[in-house]
């Protein structure tokens, strides 16, 4: 990458941590291995890959064997899996719009499903949430209401106590 790489050579141990060197540019070696020092978020934000689909043949089963539910933006597929834990996989099609809408698309999804307190009693399910053309023209909002309302049908994902899963707006 081009450009500012960090403070100067001449900058203080204290000045370079604090302009995000951390301690390897602080002069002490960073005691995290390198995968945690990569990521963006602390690991109890993410959604680990084991919740993920990543094969292709887990996305065509759930298409081929799976039940459907349509919602306005989306239409999930899920069908049951062994691994005891549900796993969620997003596809889209070029009708939705550029590959920066669907990929902005795709995020929204994952932050929704991430987010949403249902997941931790959802069965044991692989699902497939594929966005609608429709969903190119949506906002946040709507494509949230629609995942929540086929989320919230799926057995053992009941919401308790009527509590927000999380803001409207999505986070900066």
């Known amino acids: 990458m081009r450009g ?14 604090a302009l995000g060197g ?6 002490g070696a960073d005691e995290r ?16 890959p084991r919740e993920r689909l990543r094969r292709r043949a887990d996305y065509l089963r759930c298409y081929r064997t799976g039940r459907r539910r349509q919602g306005a ?3 999930l597929y899920l069908v049951p899996n062994a691994l005891g834990h549900p796993r969620i996989g997003i596809t889209t099609s070029r009708k939705v719009g550029n590959a920066v809408g669907r990929h902005r698309l ?20 692989d699902l497939v949430a594929h966005l609608k053309p429709e ?21 053992g994902g009941r919401e308790r106590g009527g509590r927000r ?3 409207r707006e999505m986070p900066g």
Do not use: T
């Not at 945690?36 to 602390?42: E, G, N, Q, V």
């Open 4 to 17: 500012h790489s960090g403070p100067p050579a001449s900058a203080a141990p204290e000045q370079a941590a």
């Open 22 to 27: 951390g301690a390897a540019a602080a002069g």
């Open 33 to 48: 291995p390198s995968s945690a020092r990569r990521l963006s978020r602390p690991l109890g934000e993410r959604l680990p």
């Open 73 to 75: 933006l989306v239409i």
């Open 106 to 125: 795709k995020r929204w999804v994952k932050e929704i499903y991430r987010r949403w307190h249902g997941r931790g009693g959802l069965a044991a399910v």
């Open 135 to 155: 969903a190119g023209s949506a906002g946040f909002g709507e494509l949230r209401g629609d995942l929540l309302g086929l989320l919230g049908g799926l057995p």
């Open 165 to 167: 899963e999380m803001p």
